[in-house]
């Protein structure tokens, strides 16, 4: 356990920050794996504390929780200009990089 979520702690403060961060639809919201995965990473944490490494474990769970908040507001971002970016359309109808959009 320490091997694969010891030293900087950061794999299970990563899985915990997207586990805090997901929420599952209305129709799934019953679903257990969400649950269930937050006791595990629970117990992993209790450990990893038990084992010396509380205070490398609060500093990892506090630096993933602002590089997935950091991610999720790229990626808005990035979706937000997919919209409103208008499409270029040439007036004479060529959209070709050198055309010239005056007629003679």
């Known amino acids: 356990l320490q091997n694969v979520f010891g030293g900087d702690c950061v794999r299970i403060a990563r899985l915990r ?28 944490q209790q450990v990893l504390g038990d084992l010396g490494l509380g205070f490398a474990l609060r500093l990892a769970l506090a630096q993933e929780k602002v590089l997935l908040q950091e991610k999720r507001h790229v990626a808005k971002e ?27």
Do not use: H, I, Y
């Open 17 to 44: 920050a997207v586990l805090d961060a997901v929420a599952f639809s209305p129709m799934n919201s019953r679903d257990q794996r969400k649950a269930d995965c937050l006791s595990a990473c629970e117990s992993v």
């Open 78 to 104: 990035q979706d937000q200009s997919k919209v409103k970016k208008p499409s270029l359309l040439r007036v004479d109808g060529d959209a070709s990089p050198g055309s010239s959009c005056a007629t003679s």
